[in-house]
């Protein structure tokens, strides 16, 4: 609307990082204690991804942002029941999904988790208001899609392309001269580029869509195969060995000493509190429910970073439990 200032974008990116960091002070130490949230904020500050992305124009900040919001609109919704906690969680569903619809399963799936603790005759009423909300701030990117393409589309037009290249493409050749060569020889390729060229992307996405769904008849067992390497791929430690702004070296210790500790304690810390399930189960729902898309479709590291600030919370409440004067819970 005013012209191209990176700079704003980049300083609103610092801002909702620093938000971020807050609910997981506020999360911790409503779900734990004071001094998990400070740990978690702590380790949220330094956290090299959470500094990164803030200096990139991507929409990492935004996302992890919408998030962890969501976490705590659903933990306020558990604990008070209102249709005002129900509203403002499903509009914030409906914004992560318009800025990533591969979390559609999480949001449409988290709210079944919240009603066992107090249990109301307003349940129902409290899913339709959820839902209603969600439907609602989502549904302008589906009318946008029918008067565009006069057709349903409830993510992207052309959504077939990475699921495509996620099966066909080895993992290990992603983002490599191997791919590129793919892509030069590949008909499928060549017919869905040309009509992307004349900005025909719904009819290239079908071109895509009907590509794979012939490859997986063809053979399931390669397209299960593609699935584990998938999540394989997605809790990776470090990256692939590729061309970084830094070098690989420091990329791959920043990443080891990073993310290296924060996932295997993250998930030690799951377990220690596995007798809270279901009062953490939003939390469950997010490391679980959020990768299962990209399972299925298309896997990148980057894209775990929304589950990050929750492994980052788990792990400050176990070093919490591990330190003297720990509170128990």
């Given at each position: 609307m005013f012209g191209p200032h990176p700079f704003i974008i980049l300083l609103g990116n610092c801002g909702l990082s620093v938000l971020t960091g807050g609910l997981l002070y506020?999360?911790?130490?409503?779900?734990?204690?004071?001094?998990?949230?400070?740990?978690?904020?702590?380790?949220?500050?330094?956290?090299?991804?959470?500094?990164?992305?803030?200096?990139?124009?991507?929409?990492?900040?935004?996302?992890?942002?919408?998030?962890v919001a969501m976490l705590w609109l659903l933990f306020e919704l558990?604990?008070?029941?209102?249709?005002?906690?129900?509203?403002?969680?499903?509009?914030?569903?409906?914004?992560?999904?318009?800025?990533?619809?591969?979390?559609?399963?999480?949001?449409?799936?988290?709210?079944g988790a919240l009603f066992g603790l107090k249990p109301r005759a307003s349940r129902a009423g409290l899913l339709a208001v959820f839902f209603l909300a969600l439907g609602l701030s989502y549904s302008p990117w589906v009318v946008r899609n029918y008067l565009a393409f006069h057709r349903l589309i409830l993510t992207n037009a052309h959504g077939g392309i990475n699921l495509y290249y996620g099966v066909m493409v080895p993992a290990d050749d992603l983002g490599t001269e191997r791919e590129s060569r793919f892509r030069s020889s590949d008909p499928v390729e060549r017919q869905a580029a040309a009509l992307i060229a004349a900005g025909r992307e719904q009819e290239a996405g079908e071109i895509y869509k009907s590509a794979i769904r012939q490859a997986i008849?063809?053979?399931?067992?390669?397209?299960?195969?593609?699935?584990?390497?998938?999540?394989?791929?997605?809790?990776?430690?470090?990256?692939?060995?590729?061309?970084?702004?830094?070098?690989?070296?420091?990329?791959?210790?920043?990443?080891?000493?990073?993310?290296?500790?924060?996932?295997?304690?993250g998930a030690i810390a799951f377990w220690f509190f596995r007798r809270r399930w279901r009062e953490l189960l939003p939390l469950w729902a997010i490391v679980l429910l959020w990768p299962l898309a990209y399972y299925l479709v298309y896997a990148v590291i980057r894209f775990r970073m929304p589950v990050m600030p929750v492994l980052i919370l788990m792990t400050a409440a176990l070093l919490d439990r591990a330190l003297p004067g720990a509170q128990k819970s």
């Open positions: 506020l999360l911790g130490q409503r779900l734990f204690s004071r001094r998990a949230g400070l740990t978690a904020l702590a380790l949220w500050t330094v956290y090299p991804y959470s500094i990164y992305y803030c200096a990139w124009t991507f929409r990492e900040s935004f996302l992890v942002f919408l998030a558990r604990d008070l029941q209102t249709p005002r906690a129900a509203a403002c969680a499903g509009v914030c569903g409906g914004l992560l999904g318009l800025t990533n619809p591969s979390c559609l399963i999480f949001v449409g799936l988290s709210p008849l063809q053979s399931p067992g390669h397209y299960l195969r593609t699935c584990l390497e998938r999540f394989v791929k997605f809790w990776r430690f470090t990256p692939y060995p590729r061309k970084y702004d830094l070098d690989y070296g420091k990329v791959f210790w920043i990443s080891l000493l990073s993310d290296g500790l924060l996932i295997p304690l």
